[in-house]
Structures are given as structure tokens and as C-alpha cells.
């Protein structure tokens, strides 16, 4: 293998991955600290004095139900409404606590996560002396291939199979609660280990990579493409099936559960009992059968009421935010593709005074829309969790597994971005060897595609 | 690759972006209305769903054919891209025959003619 072996990357260069590692590092705690732990505690601080307001809300109210002043379904009584307003601002605090708390934490672990991925390829690569290097990446007949792909599915398929422990583990550890332990974390990190060592040993291969030696198919229905092209289409074929599996699974329950929306449709408000006795609901929520969905969270005129602009603002801005992000990366391709880069004017200009630094920024962009997204989603997984949209459900579990299928893609995309950023920034992409961001950016484009259809299915319906 | 294409100074890149976000401002608009503004007539689910899956193939085109390059790469990828599309539709139909309204709820084009009732009940 060409990029194998023969890395002409010297490790200065490597050690850069430790310096970029560790202000991705401080950047993280800062906000962690920040977000987490600062205005999270202040947040805690209002939560629990509204959380005490509401109880003593709910005594008063109690209290007059017990002498007999009001009746409990007196919804008109003052105290009823100081109760539920004091219950309505409890839940407020509590959920603005959970945005600040959770998006700390998130950057932290992303943070940690970057961080770990550049260490580990810098130390695994400047570990080795620089005369073992060989600048031969000129040699068209060796190939760019690589086997650490297979050392990434492995990796990935322990982790899978740890997973279910992996999650309980977790919880455990980050909450407190739960029934797991540590050990149970045990397979799927050896899972991430060996991801991390594929990565970062793929990352040493094609780092030196300048374009030479890119293998084209010889035969039919490929002839004459550029293989690595061809894989990633069909890579992402297989992607497509898989999505196609969650959203037929969503389309077949959602198709007949009775949603509020259904209802409202007249679809559902008669069913035959036991008896062969047809009832008919006025209401949906008398429906036994009546199901709750996260658009029923999220939207406005959601079924549980809650749902206004700021509920859905966070799907609305990730979707804005993938285009955009899908918008950045063919920026990055056009200007590594172009022969002749014209410095733009005004402050862009000033931000991208050349070539390499619009790569590399257009995909800083880029890697900040997506970290952007996925703190986004998991704030809002924590809001809809706190609201009681858990997983045991039908309606959670594929809405939590596809939507977190799709965050995951994001993330792996992520880490890979990650290194696009370091090749910008150290051995620079350019018109021979751009495929690299051209090839991404097709997975990209297709996390993007995979949004648009799980936004309008699984928020907005 | 597109950004030789200019429409009025921008490239075709620039022109699905904004079409874009576009698109998805009117898909996400359509849902915070639940009346036609300036009406009282309630927009119906049937016309929701109809704007979703609008946009959603619009949104896909444009990402497909011009980030993704499909309009002017050689065919052979649409033909891949394409393939799995005869899975779906089989899901869907396959959706459509499992369903309860399957049996008596679907027009009789896409069944199995099931004399609308379940074998269990003949």
C-alpha cells in the first residue's frame, strides 16, 4: 500500500495534532465550565427555588381542598391556577437547567473525543523516526488502499455488540442511577480502542497523500471511475437501506397508531370492543389506544400542548445548520479543485487570505455547524426525556433510534472532518489530490439528505 | 462540476443553496400555521403531508444533483443512486399490505384482493 508504510509526514507535523488536541481540549473544559457547571448551577439555583415555590404552591392548594374552601376540580380557583402556574414555571427552570447542563457536557465529551482522536494519531505517528519515511508517494504504480477500513468495522462491530451494556454502563456512571457498573462499559470501549487505532492508522496512510496513484476501475459498470468513487456510492446505498429500515418501521406503527392528528382526521375515533361493540371518542386523549409522538412534544398544536416555536426552533436550526454545513464543504472542494484562488474582498478576504486558509476555515465552518447539531439534538433529547418521551415507548424508541442513527453519522462525520481540517492545515489539499473532500463531502451530502426526510417524518408530522 | 455554470454572476452551487433554504423555511412555516392565514379553514393533514413530501423531493433533487454532482457525473452513479428506490417502493408497498387498512382500507389497485375481510373472518 502506498499510503501504508511510506509517510513522508514528518513529526513536527505530528506533534501539531498534539497542539491542536490540546486547545481543542481547552476549549472544551471552558465550556464546560462555562455552560456546564456555571450557569448550569445558577440555572439549578432558580430551578430549586421553583421547584419550592411550586410545592408550597401545591400544599396551599391542598390544604384547601382538605378544609373544604375549594373543590379539586375547581380549575377556576385561584390557588388551582397559582398551582399550576408555580408547576408550569418549575418545569421551565428545569428544562432551561437541562439546556445549559447538557450542552456543557456535550462539548465536553466532544471536546474529549477530538481531542483523543488527534493525541492518539500524533503520538501513534511521531513515535516513529522520521528516517523510516520514504518520499516515494511520486510512484504511480503503487496504489492508495488501505486495510485499516477492516480494522474500523471490527472495532465498530465490538462496539455494537457492547453496546446495550456500554449504554447501561454509562447512565450508570454519568447519572448515578441504574443498575450497571463499570465493567459494563468494558467491550464496547475495547470497541472504540480498536476505532481509534483503525482511524488514526488511516489518518498516517493517506495524510501523505497527494493524488498519485488514485486506482481506476477496469472493467464494467465502473470502467474508467476512480474506485474509491464507486465505493463510496454504493457505502452510501447501504446507508440509504439502512434509513429505509427505520423509516418503514416509523410508517408502519405511525400509520396505525391514533395521533391526535389522526384523530383530528376522524381515522380513529371509532373502535369495536371486545363485545363487537363500536365506541366513539369525542376526545383523543379518552382514546385507550392513543399515542403520543415527539412532533406531538415539538410543534405547535402538538397533541400534549407544550409545542410553540422555541420547542421546535432546535430541529428547525439543525436543519438550516446541515444545509449550510453542505453549502461549506462544496466551498472547500470548489476552492482546493480551482487552479487560480482570487482572495475575496472585505473581511472574508482578511479570514482567507489564501488558499489553504479558506480550505481549512470553510471546514472549521463546517465542523462547527455539525458539533453545533449535535449539541442541539441532545439538548433537545434531554428536554423531551425530562417530559417524560422516553425510549420504553413505541413512539420514543424509533423516534430516539433513528434520530440518534442519523446523530451518529453526524458524529463519525465529525471525526473525520477533523482530520480533513488537519490535512488543510499541514499537508494542504489542492487540485490533485481534492477528491479526498469530494468523497467526504458525498457522505456529508447524504447526512444532509437523510435530515430532510427524518425533520419532516419524525418532528413536523 | 457546477461552479462553471453562472447564473446571474453566482454559480449553480450558490443558487441550490439558497433554493434550498428557501424550501425549508416554507417547510417549516407550513407547519406553524394551522389555519390558511387570513382563514379559519383548518389546513387538513392530507395537505401538510402533500407539502412535506413536496419540498422533501425538491430538497433531495437539489442536494442529489448539484452538491452530490449527480447531474453531471456520469450516469452510472444516478443508476446507483437510483437502485435502492426499487427497495423503498417495495417497503412501501409492503407497508401498505401489512397494515390493518390494508384489507379494507386501501383501494383495490394496490391489494391482493382480500374481499375486504380477514381470512380469519370468511
Not at chain 1, 441504574?178 to 492508522?201: E, F, H, K, P, Q
Not at chain 1, 497527494?210 to 472493467?219: F, L, V
Not at chain 2, 444533483?65 to 437510483?82: E, G, Q, S
Request: aromatic content about 14%; charged content about 15%; overall charge negative.
Amino acid at each position: 500500500m502506498s499510503g501504508g508504510g511510506h509517510s513522508d509526514v514528518k513529526n513536527a507535523i505530528w506533534m501539531r495534532a498534539l497542539l491542536m488536541a490540546g486547545i481543542i481540549l481547552g476549549l472544551g473544559i471552558a465550556s464546560f465550565v462555562g455552560l456546564g457547571v456555571v450557569v448550569a448551577g445558577m440555572k439549578e439555583t432558580t430551578w430549586d427555588e421553583e421547584a419550592e415555590h411550586y410545592h408550597d404552591a401545591e400544599k396551599d392548594w391542598e390544604d384547601a381542598v382538605a378544609l373544604g374552601t375549594i373543590t379539586s376540580d375547581n380549575e377556576s380557583a385561584e390557588l388551582y391556577i397559582a398551582k399550576e402556574a408555580a408547576h408550569h414555571h418549575e418545569i421551565e427552570a428545569h428544562l432551561s437547567y437541562l439546556t445549559y447542563r447538557v450542552a456543557g457536557l456535550t462539548l465536553l465529551f466532544v471536546s474529549i473525543t477530538f481531542t483523543a482522536f488527534l493525541a492518539i494519531s500524533g503520538v501513534l505517528n511521531s513515535a516513529q523516526p522520521d528516517e523510516e519515511h520514504h518520499d516515494d508517494h511520486h510512484g504511480h504504480e503503487e496504489h492508495h488502499g488501505s486495510a485499516s477500513p477492516i480494522v474500523f468495522a471490527f472495532g465498530c462491530m465490538l462496539f455494537l455488540i457492547g453496546f446495550p451494556d456500554f449504554a447501561d454502563g454509562l447512565h450508570s456512571l454519568m447519572l448515578g442511577s441504574g443498575s450497571g457498573a463499570i465493567s459494563d462499559i468494558s467491550v464496547g470501549m475495547i470497541g472504540l480502542t480498536i476505532i481509534t487505532i483503525g482511524i488514526a492508522n488511516w489518518w498516517r496512510e493517506d495524510l501523505p497523500f497527494k493524488g498519485y496513484g488514485e486506482q481506476i476501475a477496469t472493467s464494467d459498470p465502473f470502467n474508467g471511475q476512480h474506485i474509491r468513487k464507486a465505493g463510496i456510492w454504493v457505502f452510501l446505498m447501504s446507508e440509504v437501506m439502512v434509513f429505509a429500515t427505520f423509516f418503514s418501521s416509523y410508517l408502519r406503527m405511525r400509520t396505525e397508531w391514533c395521533t391526535k392528528w389522526a384523530f383530528d382526521e376522524g381515522t380513529c375515533r371509532e373502535i369495536r370492543n371486545d363485545q363487537g361493540v363500536i365506541q366513539v371518542f369525542d376526545t383523543h386523549i379518552a382514546h385507550p389506544d392513543y399515542a403520543l409522538t415527539a412532533s406531538d412534544y415539538l410543534r405547535p398544536g402538538g397533541a400534549v400542548g407544550t409545542g410553540d416555536f422555541w420547542t421546535l426552533l432546535p430541529g428547525a436550526v439543525n436543519t438550516f445548520a446541515l444545509i449550510i454545513s453542505s453549502y461549506t464543504i462544496v466551498l472547500a472542494l470548489k476552492i482546493a479543485k480551482s487552479h487560480d484562488y482570487k482572495v475575496p474582498s472585505g473581511f472574508m478576504g482578511k479570514i482567507m487570505p489564501d488558499k489553504k486558509s479558506a480550505i481549512r476555515n470553510y471546514l472549521i465552518v463546517t465542523l462547527a455547524l455539525g458539533t453545533m447539531f449535535i449539541v442541539l439534538k441532545l439538548v433537545e433529547w434531554s428536554h423531551l426525556i425530562a417530559e417524560g418521551f422516553t425510549v420504553a415507548s413505541q413512539e420514543g424508541s424509533i423516534f430516539y433510534v433513528a434520530t440518534g442513527a442519523h446523530g451518529v453519522h453526524v458524529f463519525a462525520g465529525l471525526l473525520i472532518m477533523l482530520y480533513m481540517i488537519f490535512k488543510a492545515d499541514t499537508v494542504e489539499w489542492d487540485e490533485d489530490n481534492a477528491q479526498g473532500i469530494e468523497y467526504f463531502g458525498l457522505y456529508w451530502h447524504f447526512v444532509d439528505l437523510a435530515w430532510v426526510v427524518i425533520f419532516p417524518a419524525f418532528y413536523l408530522y | 462540476m457546477g461552479e462553471h455554470k453562472l447564473i446571474m454572476g453566482k454559480d449553480i452551487y450558490f443558487w441550490n443553496f439558497i433554493i434550498l433554504m428557501f424550501f425549508t423555511l416554507f417547510e417549516v412555516g407550513a407547519v406553524f400555521f394551522e389555519e390558511y392565514p387570513g382563514t379559519d379553514i383548518r389546513v387538513s393533514m392530507y395537505v401538510v403531508w402533500g407539502i412535506l413530501i413536496v419540498v422533501g423531493i425538491i430538497k433531495g433533487f437539489g442536494i442529489g444533483a448539484f452538491f452530490m454532482h449527480l447531474w453531471d457525473d456520469p450516469k452510472i452513479y444516478l443508476r446507483v443512486a437510483l437502485f435502492p428506490t426499487l427497495f423503498v417502493l417495495l417497503m412501501l408497498w409492503g407497508i401498505g399490505l401489512s397494515n390493518p387498512e390494508g384489507v379494507n382500507g386501501l383501494p383495490g389497485w394496490c391489494t391482493p384482493d382480500w374481499g375486504e375481510q380477514y381470512a380469519t373472518e370468511r
